[in-house]
């Protein structure tokens, strides 16, 4: 199968090129994600394979190969795109204002296609069933996987594992990595407003000066990972937004920050909640104003079964060979792919999209980030691959 597989893959290399090229041509926003949705539908229509839509956009597919009871394994692959301005000169740049699939769910997506029209194709030579998860939502609270999963996508039937991959271009094209255990953070976002009477500027000693109040209490909120968190304990808290005022001699009444908040340990997450809380609270009133703050939970830490993710890196090496499989390193970032692996056991991989000779460098959630297209064929057959032998 390894070798059909492969085959397969080259195969159809070039048609899911063009998928892909569609997708990026039409990208879409968190859980408005129409259009995609329905040309996904018409793929798997055309695969022949059933499916069924969950939380408006989501396209829930099913393959049964022999014995389908046997074993049931999740594919998961996100769709929404990002609200920034594409940069790259390209015949299939996208057409939508301010939108780009700059974090790779194009490339997610149509690997997800690919492998599914090759299991499909193949039903007879593998036992168990694979489920399809085309999920939207993944970019924006609350996340579109806990939606599905509130809908019951874990059920129904009810898959024993899950697997996704996400583009990296700090990897190789042709390249796999695979990491056991806690791979990426806890993600939580932070809105505050602080509040005074304003005045002049001229004048600061008749009102509580809100520039001066938000300037102290960002230098102090880092206080709370400095001097409270354990250094080995990776965490980080960002205050990416300070916006107030708009003249020169005017004291502003109000000043809004927004940041962002990211844990790898999930005690330590809450207790800095409220640490962030209460520093924020108790600062900008001994200061004269009033603050509001809300925190938004958002994903948890994302969970790589240890077990799964071994056998996996194994399967990987017999597919891609030793030298293209490597350990993914920690990252800060965060994915709701972590909902899924808190609740059945899960395998997030990178798949290399970089080619430094075709200076295909730029970064995930930059105006710039391309991928080289023929990580295509190796993300569709691994997905395939890994479907049926990582067990």
Same mark, same amino acid.
């Given at each position: 199968?390894?070798?059909?597989?492969?085959?397969?893959?080259?195969?159809?290399?070039?048609?899911?090129?063009?998928?892909? $090229? $569609?997708?990026?041509?039409?990208?879409?926003?968190?859980?408005?994600?129409?259009?995609?949705?329905?040309?996904?539908?018409?793929?798997?229509?055309?695969?022949?394979?059933?499916?069924?839509?969950?939380?408006?956009?989501?396209?829930?597919?099913?393959?049964?190969?022999? &014995?389908?009871?046997?074993?049931?394994?999740?594919?998961?692959?996100?769709?929404?795109?990002?609200?920034?301005?594409?940069?790259?000169? *390209?015949?299939?740049?996208?057409?939508? &204002?301010?939108?780009?699939?700059?974090?790779?769910?194009? *490339?997610?997506?149509?690997? #997800?296609?690919?492998?599914?029209?090759?299991?499909?194709?193949?039903?007879?030579?593998?036992?168990?069933?694979?489920?399809?998860?085309?999920?939207?939502?993944?970019?924006?609270?609350?996340?579109?996987?806990?939606? #599905?999963?509130?809908?019951?996508?874990?059920?129904?039937?009810?898959?024993?594992?899950?697997?996704?991959?996400? *583009?990296?271009?700090?990897?190789?094209?042709?390249?796999?990595?695979?990491?056991?255990?806690?791979?990426?953070?806890?993600?939580?976002?932070?809105?505050?407003?602080?509040?005074?009477?304003?005045?002049?500027?001229?004048?600061?000693?008749?009102?509580?000066?809100?520039?001066?109040?938000?300037?102290?209490?960002?230098i102090s909120l880092q206080q709370i990972i400095s001097r409270h968190n354990n250094p080995f304990n990776p965490s980080v808290l960002s205050i990416t937004s300070f916006q107030g005022g708009n003249t020169t001699n005017v004291i502003p009444s109000e000043v809004k920050l927004m940041g962002t908040f990211r844990a790898m340990n999930e005690e330590w997450r809450f207790k800095a909640h409220e640490l962030i809380i209460k520093q924020t609270e108790e600062l900008v009133h001994a200061m004269g104003a009033t603050a509001e703050i809300k925190i938004d939970v958002g994903y948890p830490f994302v969970l790589n079964n240890e077990a799964l993710s071994k056998a996996a890196?194994?399967?990987?090496?017999?597919?891609?060979?030793?030298?293209?499989?490597?350990?993914?390193?920690?990252?800060?970032?965060?994915?709701?792919?972590?909902?899924?692996?808190?609740?059945?056991?899960?395998?997030?991989?990178?798949?290399?999209?970089?080619?430094?000779?075709?200076?295909?460098?730029?970064?995930?959630?930059?105006?710039?980030?391309?991928?080289?297209?023929?990580?295509?064929?190796?993300?569709?057959?691994?997905?395939?691959?890994?479907?049926?032998?990582?067990?």
């Open positions: 199968m390894l070798e059909k597989i492969k085959a397969l893959s080259q195969k159809y290399k070039d048609e899911f090129i063009q998928i892909r $090229h $569609h997708l990026h041509a039409n990208p879409e926003l968190s859980y408005v994600e129409f259009q995609t949705s329905k040309y996904i539908q018409e793929k798997l229509t055309s695969y022949h394979i059933p499916f069924e839509i969950k939380a408006q956009t989501g396209v829930i597919g099913l393959i049964e190969g022999r &014995n389908p009871t046997s074993k049931i394994i999740a594919l998961r692959a996100d769709m929404d795109a990002l609200p920034i301005t594409e940069e790259n000169d *390209v015949a299939y740049k996208s057409k939508n &204002n301010a939108v780009m699939h700059a974090c790779g769910h194009d *490339v997610h997506t149509t690997c #997800l296609l690919g492998a599914a029209k090759i299991l499909s194709e193949t039903k007879n030579e593998w036992e168990g069933t694979v489920k399809l998860i085309f999920q939207p939502g993944e970019e924006k609270n609350p996340g579109g996987a806990s939606l #599905l999963i509130n809908e019951g996508v874990l059920e129904n039937p009810a898959p024993e594992k899950i697997f996704a991959l996400h *583009v990296h271009p700090g990897l190789e094209v042709g390249e796999f990595s695979f990491r056991g255990g806690m791979v990426m953070a806890s993600a939580d976002e932070i809105y505050i407003t602080i509040k005074a009477k304003g005045g002049h500027a001229a004048a600061p000693q008749l009102t509580a000066d809100t520039i001066l109040i938000a300037s102290h209490l960002i890196m194994v399967q990987a090496k017999k597919y891609a060979g030793d030298n293209k499989v490597s350990e993914t390193e920690l990252r800060m970032g965060a994915e709701d792919f972590a909902y899924y692996s808190h609740k059945i056991p899960g395998c997030f991989f990178r798949l290399g999209v970089g080619n430094k000779e075709k200076n295909i460098t730029s970064g995930v959630h930059t105006p710039t980030f391309n991928i080289d297209e023929n990580a295509i064929e190796h993300g569709m057959g691994m997905m395939a691959w890994l479907a049926i032998s990582a067990h």
